[in-house]
């Protein structure tokens, strides 16, 4: 995505509207170094989050978690 920046034009909603209906309901973008997945249609977000709810609600933790937040113990990180 980095390299393509130029070709997100604001409003970034419209932008990944319109890749959404070039490519599909559900795409997989890369910034930098983590990896996102969107997904523009009701259906697929509702099968998503029945079925791997619990998979999509934990968020990996990086560097910054480990040392500044005590591994995400301290109270706002909680």
């Known amino acids: 995505m980095i390299g393509h920046l130029h070709l997100v034009k604001p409003p970034l909603h419209r932008t ?28 697929v977000v509702e099968e998503c989050l029945t079925k791997n709810g619990i998979i999509f609600a934990n968020r990996p933790s990086g560097l910054a978690t480990k040392y500044l937040t005590y591994n995400g113990t301290t109270m706002t990180s909680a």
């Not at 209906?21 to 009701?42: C, E, H, M, W």
């Open 16 to 43: 990944l509207k319109r890749l959404s209906d070039k490519y599909g309901p559900i795409l997989s973008l890369r910034f930098g170094n983590q990896l996102a997945v969107i997904t523009s249609s009701p259906v």
